[in-house]
């Protein structure tokens, strides 16, 4: 977790929730899917800002221990001004059933600190199969 954020349970398929300095947040979601990597990640990227106008979207495949996984990082227009944002999303199959994980990093453009908390939350995750 980057310094100076702090983390509360989520409940459903949110995981946990994040708050950072500045108006930064992060979510990190564990959903179940019936879909294949590449329709999974499509559905994922549609709904990316809700009703939110994308200014701008990299979408950067990212290997991951034998799991699918992206890194989607750009802009959207949020209310107030323009929203940086950056998720990494992975594809983890088990033999009874899939998962989306998908950890979303979202603050101010321009922010103080967005670019440390990225490389901190985008980094490989540990995935714990029971």
Known sequence: MPD??????????TALMLTGPSGMSATVTIAPTDRQPDRAFLAYTASLGGSMRHLNLLVTGVPFCGFSSQLLTGT???????????????????????YLVAIH???PAAVPGFRSAK???MQDFAVFIP
């Open 4 to 13: 100076g954020w702090t983390s509360t349970p989520g409940s459903g398929a």
């Open 76 to 98: 959207l227009q949020g209310s107030s001004g323009p929203i940086e944002f950056a998720d990494r999303v992975t594809h983890i199959w088990t033999n009874t059933k899939n």
């Open 105 to 107: 990093l979202e603050g």
């Open 119 to 121: 490389s901190a939350l």
